[in-house]
């Protein structure tokens, strides 16, 4: 983009009085946003200009002195500083999937890969607050599905988000960070290492202007972004009240696939995926339950599938571990009722449980006990 086309993006962008949707519409009714600045009156009143934003404009083309004009410069140079892409709704490189939303933003910045924007996505949502069994099906179904040729797209947010982008860097494949920040920070701060892994091997991108600090009512906003750029949403855990369940609505309105892995009915933290469930959203137990709902989008059609199963052939446990073992089932057990079922010593108990534990074959989940996936 030319100096002049970014100059005029950023002002409009920068004026307080043009709401995001108008904006959005003057970008529609042109090729080029130098135009926007030197519309006649009456085609921005017809494209819903108030008469106090169509000063503004007016006087950023007559003014180099203004604030507005401050702010644009000051904008530039971080642009320049931190190589951040700035990418108009009428822009080619725009994601072709998020324009037919209902509101698209008018402007993405972005950082590192601008090119992943029209890769085939997939949107991984989740609670901040999750099991360790959420945290290892986000590492490994964002895994398996960057090998597969999905872009990972998610909000970089703690929990799941967290996973599911590392699950696909790990994997060396793609991932997408939406923030609710400007794309110059960094938020949460404990998240510096991964966001910095993301800009240089992936991508990320924010509708909202540089600088922008972390407000509360910017991260709903953002889950339309997630879900609209992506040809599913995929909720690994989440509780009744997860903002998730926001984005996997946003989806459903903007015809997006609903999937969702089932949680036991004791898990509080994965309520949420059951209700989307019985709402009607897609069971998912395997990534060819996805691959079945999704692969006319890839160039080939993989066959694989998450390895979640341990063999228990190679661990070795004695006899009493064994019975342990088998005495848990899938659904969460108090140690209250572990001592009960067993009468055996307390401390013999805790010892064997934080042993299997270790060992990759139960989850101790706010003091509850269950079994993961074995062979």
């Known amino acids: 983009m030319q100096n002049e086309d970014l100059r005029a993006c950023l002002a409009l962008h920068r004026t307080p009085q043009l709401s995001d949707a108008t904006l959005s ?63 108009p709704l009428s822009g080619k490189r725009y994601p072709a999937l998020l324009k037919q939303i209902a509101d698209p933003p008018p402007l993405l910045y972005g950082r590192g890969n601008v090119d992943l924007l029209n890769t085939p996505q997939i949107a991984m949502v989740g609670s901040r607050r999750t099991s360790r069994q959420g945290l290892e099906n986000a590492l490994r179904f964002s895994g398996e599905l960057a090998r597969s040729g999905f872009t990972i797209t998610s909000g970089l947010a703690l929990g799941i988000d967290a996973q599911s982008h590392t699950g696909a860097l790990d994997e060396e494949g793609d991932t997408i960070a939406v923030l609710g920040t400007g794309v110059d920070r960094v938020y949460p701060a404990r998240h510096r290492t991964l966001n910095n892994r993301i800009m240089q091997h992936g991508l990320l991108i924010s509708e909202f202007a540089l600088e922008t600090p972390p407000r509360p009512y910017n991260f709903p906003r953002r889950n339309r972004v997630i879900s609209g750029m992506s040809l599913a949403v995929l909720v690994v855990e989440a509780a009744l009240q997860s903002g998730s369940l926001i984005t ?128």
Not at 259 to 283: D, E, F, V
Not at 293 to 322: C, F, H, M, Y
Not at 331 to 345: F, K, N, T
Not at 353 to 364: C, F, Q, R, S, Y
């Open 25 to 87: 519409r003057l970008m529609a009714a042109t090729e080029d946003p130098q135009e926007i600045l030197h519309l006649s009156s009456e085609k921005m009143t017809g494209l819903g200009v108030s008469e106090a934003a169509q000063r503004v404009i007016s006087q950023y083309s007559r003014s180099k002195t203004m604030a507005l004009n401050q702010r644009v410069e000051n904008d530039l140079q971080l642009i320049q500083q931190k190589n951040i892409h700035v990418i």
């Open 248 to 375: 996997a609505r946003m989806a459903l309105e903007q015809n997006r696939e609903v999937l969702a892995i089932p949680s036991s009915i004791h898990n509080p933290g994965g309520k949420g995926c059951n209700a989307l469930i019985r709402q009607g959203a897609k069971l998912v137990e395997t990534i060819d339950d996805i691959i079945e709902e999704l692969s006319g989008w890839l160039s080939t059609a993989p066959t694989t599938q998450i390895a979640t199963q341990v063999d228990l052939d190679t661990v070795d446990l004695n006899d009493r571990e064994k019975l342990l073992l088998d005495s848990l089932g899938f659904d969460p057990v108090s140690l209250d009722q572990l001592q009960e079922r067993h009468r055996w010593d307390i401390s013999e108990l805790v010892s064997m449980l934080t042993l299997l534990e270790i060992k990759g074959l139960i989850e101790n989940h706010e003091g509850r006990y269950f079994r993961l996936s074995s062979a």
